[in-house]
């Protein structure tokens, strides 16, 4: 397993009460499940559907690559990489 930073954003920073984290996982799905260990299902809601596929809305990069395309919830992590989770912002 390899530590990793996980940052927060909007709604979900505001969930969690803080905009970083550290986690020990393998891969993404692995992270989120820590993160979610810690804040409570309310926040993992808000990334995975029922499902436990991403939200549409929600984008994930690790070390700024969108994890779309590098395997989505099963990326593999390495030690130090880092997790961004954005919320889409939506208005008008």
């Known amino acids: ?6 940052v927060l954003f909007g ?14 996982a393998s891969t993404l799905k692995e992270a ?3 993160v979610a260990a810690k804040y409570g299902e309310g926040l993992k809601d808000r ?12 984008n994930i990069y690790v070390n700024g ?8 919830l099963e990326t593999r992590l390495n030690e130090n ?3 961004s989770i954005i919320p889409a912002v939506g208005g008008g």
């Open 32 to 34: 989120l499940n820590e």
């Open 47 to 58: 990334i995975l559907d029922e499902r436990g596929n991403l939200r549409r809305f929600v």
């Open 65 to 72: 690559k969108d994890v779309r395309f590098t395997g989505i």
């Open 1 to 6: 397993m390899a530590k990793v930073k996980v």
């Open 11 to 24: 709604i979900l920073a505001r969930i969690a009460g803080e905009k970083m984290v550290y986690v020990n």
């Open 81 to 83: 990489d880092e997790i």
